[in-house]
């Protein structure tokens, strides 16, 4: 059955960094032509596997397995559907485990999820789970061939109350059963080796994947950064705020940044690159960062 590959497997028998792309699944069918010609340009990168998203309170169910057979079907592979604790019961969460096995995925990225839109604290369903190490446990208690991914936060999860708390609460998850961590993004590679070596030396072995994010304008990383406590380089940001309305030069600047933190991330060993590629292809498949792939993944 298409999809059964674990990206476990990949990790282990990798003989180069691994990439691998994240989409969302779109509000409507001009938002579906969208996704499908950007993953379509982008199975010229080759990606060793592509992830999609959750919605909040499980808004997007639906269309989240909708886009993970639209690109299974496109030939990627294997396709790694999110799956978070909003909005859902353990006997919701339970079924939701038992249709994605039954439909032949084996690789699930594991998430407790951030509030609903208007909403600040988390709060879990009636009968719900609080915490992702509890979704974890109920995934491999369904079904044990699945292979969990958690993620990790280079700067601090928002919530934790120490960068300390924070590496004991990762430790949680990969206790229950996860298998290996993709971070948020950031755009200092230095958050992600000393997160790395924090991780390390409190005995988390598991591999832990680099998220990224080429910056295309000042406007869009200042969205993003405001919701997972991600930090802006002063360098980065005063060169996309003089770009100011010159889109083109603002997704050059981007581009460059991006391969340059590559180059460092892949030239000191991490083992591959997560992109959040917004379901746009321009970004990812810009000739300087296909080439900085190319000098790794040859």
């Known amino acids: 059955m298409p999809g059964n590959t674990t990206i476990c497997e990949l990790l282990r028998g990798r003989k180069r960094p691994l990439l691998s792309f994240e989409f969302f699944p779109p509000k409507d069918q001009r938002g579906l032509d969208a996704l499908r010609y950007a993953a379509e340009k982008l199975s010229g990168a080759r990606p060793d596997f ?9 808004s997007t169910r639906e269309r989240t397995l909708q886009v993970c057979d639209i690109l299974r079907e496109m030939g990627f592979g294997p396709v790694m559907p999110h799956l978070t604790c909003v909005g859902s019961s353990r006997a919701e969460l339970a079924a939701v485990a038992d249709e994605l096995h039954g439909l032949g995925y084996r690789n699930v990225m594991t998430l407790r999820g951030d509030p609903p839109k208007g909403e600040k604290v988390f709060r879990p369903a009636a009968d719900g789970l609080a915490h992702a ?21 280079p700067e601090k999860h928002p919530e934790a109350g120490s960068l300390e708390a924070d590496i004991e609460h990762l430790h949680g998850k990969l206790a229950a059963g996860a298998e290996f961590v993709t971070t948020q ?15 390390r030396n409190h005995g988390i072995l598991q591999p832990i994947l680099p998220g990224l994010m080429p910056a295309l304008s000042y406007r869009q990383i200042e969205r993003f950064v405001s919701t997972c406590g991600a930090s802006v380089p002063p360098a980065l940001a005063k060169a996309l705020h003089e770009a100011g309305d010159d ?5 050059e600047i981007g581009i460059e940044w991006a391969v340059r933190q590559i180059d460092d991330l892949l030239k000191n060993g991490a083992p591959g690159i997560h992109l959040y590629v917004l ?10 960062l296909t080439e900085c792939f190319a000098r790794y993944r040859a």
């Open 279 to 288: 379901n746009r292809s321009r970004a990812a498949l810009a000739p300087a």
């Open 185 to 199: 993004l950031f755009f200092d590679n230095r958050f992600y080796f000393d997160f790395v070596q924090r991780c």
């Open 50 to 58: 592509v992830t999609v998203t959750y919605g909040a309170g499980g």
């Open 247 to 251: 889109g083109e030069a603002a997704v």
């Open 133 to 153: 190490s509890d979704l974890v446990a109920l995934l491999k208690g369904r079904h044990a061939d699945f292979c969990l991914g958690v993620a990790g936060y």
